[in-house]
């Protein structure tokens, strides 16, 4: 199905270990996105691109890094991973410059660090 | 900068009566999108509507319509005959249109759970 494909689903990491979380969609939108859901607190963006090899940073990007080299897949990497860091990550697309397109969002990761 | 505030934590319904979910916004942009998100218990964020800042009219799909009274700068939710599958979060969201960088990337409030009462 067409759509924004996160893995894993699920993660449990110890402080300081590193990962990878990947994104990928297939709809050909040039803009994508992560954000993290914590209780209370909506949904916070991380990182986003507007396109291949263009990325910024977003409301707390501390702690994580990302990478664009292709339209279709944008993973995002916790360099050390802290207890802070718990927390379901999302990641998002959207055709860019099309204002009343909704983002498609991917199923989400949920993501422990103990 | 944009701000979303959502005041309601929790809301309850009873099925099949109307529910009106708030949401205020702040921006400094003068043109920008509204929107809102239905996150139900499974986790998925699943898009509800749309209202551009110079849409004439309310928009409206299915049973959700938006009550956007630009000069309050408010962008309420309204549900029409809730539903038991009507209970989920509901986030409400902006995104700026003309200025540049973060500003123009969707900024979510901290969302409203709904409860349908049989």
């Known amino acids: 199905n067409a759509g924004v494909t996160q893995t894993p689903k699920f993660q449990v990491l110890k402080t300081g270990q590193s990962m990878t979380l990947q994104c990928a969609q297939d709809m050909n939108h040039e803009y994508m996105s992560w954000y993290r859901q914590d209780p209370g607190m909506g949904l916070r963006l991380i990182h986003y691109?507007?396109?291949?090899?263009?990325?910024d940073q977003g409301e707390v990007p501390n702690g994580y890094n990302v990478s664009r080299s292709t339209t279709e897949d944008f993973p995002l990497r916790l360099l050390s991973a802290a207890p802070s860091q718990t927390s379901v990550y999302f990641c998002?697309?959207?055709?860019?410059?099309?204002?009343?397109?909704?983002?498609?969002f991917g199923s989400g990761t949920r993501l422990t660090v103990v | 900068a944009q701000k979303i505030t959502q005041t309601q934590p929790g809301m309850f319904v009873q099925e099949k009566e109307a529910v009106t979910l708030d949401c205020t916004y702040d921006?400094?942009?003068?043109?920008?999108?509204l929107f809102w998100y239905k996150q139900p218990s499974s986790g998925e964020m699943i898009f509800l509507i749309y209202?551009?800042?110079?849409?004439?009219q309310n928009a409206t799909e299915g049973r959700y319509s938006l009550n956007f009274q630009k000069a309050r700068k408010s962008a309420n939710l309204v549900i029409s005959a809730s539903q038991l599958g009507d209970s989920a979060m509901y986030f409400c969201?902006?995104?700026?249109?003309?200025?540049?960088?973060?500003?123009?990337?969707?900024?979510f409030g901290s969302g409203t759970q709904l409860t349908v009462l049989p």
């Open positions: 921006t400094s942009d003068p043109s920008y999108g």
């Open positions: 969201a902006m995104r700026g249109l003309i200025s540049s960088g973060s500003a123009r990337q969707l900024t």
């Open positions: 998002a697309s959207s055709i860019y410059g099309q204002t009343s397109y909704g983002y498609t």
């Open positions: 691109s507007v396109g291949a090899g263009i990325t």
């Open positions: 209202q551009g800042s110079y849409d004439q």
